[in-house]
């Protein structure tokens, strides 16, 4: 990991994409916030009340992989319904 943060954080990147599968908006969002830290240059940390300097292409990509494996559980189980 590129930087080291609470597990909770992947836990909500992986919830983020798991509820997309039923509302697309939410993950619109989460995958528009994303890119925005990026843009910017900052990680938020939204649960401590702190913005950090400093964001890669890396981390980024880990966040939407987390929310990409959340969607993927979601339409698995979308599917078996």
């Given at each position: 990991m590129?930087?080291?943060r609470p597990h909770y954080y992947a836990l909500?990147?992986?919830f983020f994409g798991f509820t997309a599968v039923w509302f697309p908006?939410?993950?619109i969002l989460a995958?528009?916030?994303q890119v925005l830290q990026l843009a910017f240059n900052v990680r938020v940390f939204p649960l401590e009340g702190r913005i950090l300097p400093?964001?890669?292409w890396h981390h980024t990509a880990l966040k939407l992989a987390e929310m990409g494996l959340g969607y993927a559980i979601g339409r698995l189980i979308k599917l078996k319904r």
């Open positions: 590129i930087y080291e909500s990147h992986i908006w939410v993950g995958v528009a916030y400093g964001n890669t």
